[in-house]
C-alpha cells in the first residue's frame, strides 16, 4: 500500500474501533441524546413563552441552536477519549505497530461524527413531535447537513487537540467544557439584536453564531444572507490548522 493508503487503512480501523466503544457503551449513546433532547423540552416547554423571536416560533428558532450545542457536547468525548487512550497506555501499545499516528486521531473524530448523527436523528424526530416546522427542501436539508458536518469535523478536531494537551481524564473533562460554553454566547436560544451592544459584537463575530443562523435559515427556507459562507470560512479555516496542529501534538506526546 502506498502511506496514504495504509493511512486510510489504520484509520477504518480505528473508526470501527470508537463506533464499538459506543455500541459496547450505551451510556455514550444516551449521554448524545438526552442532553439535546432535555434542552428541546426546557426551552419549547418553560423559557419559550416568554422570549420573543418576531414572527418565528421559539422551537423553530431554537432548534438550530441546540444541535450547535449538542456537537460541542459530543465532542467532549473525542477530548476524554484522546486523554485517555494516552494516560492508559494504548497509544504505548499502537507503537509497537505500523499504525499511522494521524489514525489514531482520525478514529476518534469521526466516532465523534457518528455520536452527533445519532444525536441530530433523534433531535429531529424529537422536534418534529413538539412543533418544529421544518420548510427545507432537499437542497436546504443537504446544505444544513453539509454545515453541520463541516462544524462536527471541525470542532472535534479541536476537541483532540484538548485531550492531547490535558494531563488526565478529570482535566480533560474540564477543558471539554470550554467548547461546550462558547455556543451560549452566540444566537442560539435568543436574536444577538436583544443584548447589550458590548456582547451582542461579540455574539456576532464569533464562528458558531454563521452556523447557527445558516442553519436556522436554511431548515426553515428563510434567508440565509453571508451566514452560510462565513460558517464556511469560519470553520474550513479552523479544520485546516487543527489537523496538523493535532497530528503535531500527537506526536509529541506519543514521542512517535
Do not use: C, K
Amino acid at each position: 500500500m502506498s502511506t496514504l493508503q495504509w493511512t486510510a487503512h489504520n484509520s477504518s480501523v480505528l473508526t470501527g474501533r470508537s463506533i464499538r466503544h459506543i455500541l459496547r457503551n450505551p451510556d455514550q449513546a444516551m449521554t448524545a441524546i438526552f442532553l439535546p433532547v432535555a434542552l428541546m423540552l426546557l426551552f419549547r416547554y418553560v423559557f419559550g413563552g416568554a422570549i420573543d423571536t418576531g414572527g418565528t416560533a421559539y422551537i423553530d428558532y431554537v432548534i438550530a441552536g441546540i444541535i450547535a450545542i449538542s456537537v460541542t457536547f459530543n465532542s467532549t468525548a473525542t477530548t476524554v477519549g484522546v486523554t485517555d487512550d494516552l494516560t492508559r497506555g494504548v497509544v504505548e501499545r499502537f507503537r509497537s505497530m505500523p499504525v499511522s499516528s494521524t489514525a489514531v486521531l482520525t478514529g476518534h473524530v469521526v466516532g465523534s461524527v457518528v455520536r452527533n448523527a445519532l444525536s441530530l436523528a433523534v433531535m429531529i424526530g424529537v422536534g418534529l413531535l413538539i412543533g418544529f416546522s421544518p420548510g427545507a427542501g432537499l437542497g436546504g436539508w443537504l446544505a444544513a447537513l453539509g454545515i453541520l458536518l463541516l462544524f462536527t469535523l471541525a470542532i472535534s478536531w479541536v476537541a483532540a487537540i484538548l485531550g492531547l494537551l490535558a494531563r488526565s481524564v478529570e482535566g480533560a473533562g474540564g477543558l471539554g467544557m470550554v467548547l461546550v460554553f462558547v455556543p451560549y454566547l452566540s444566537s442560539a436560544f435568543v436574536p444577538p439584536s436583544t443584548m447589550p451592544a458590548g456582547l451582542r459584537a461579540v455574539v456576532e463575530y464569533q464562528p458558531v453564531t454563521p452556523v447557527v443562523d445558516s442553519v436556522r435559515a436554511l431548515l426553515l427556507d428563510g434567508p440565509v444572507g453571508n451566514a452560510a459562507w462565513l460558517a464556511v470560512l469560519w470553520w474550513g479555516a479552523i479544520l485546516v490548522v487543527a489537523v496538523p496542529v493535532a497530528g503535531a501534538l500527537f506526536r509529541r506526546r506519543a514521542r512517535v
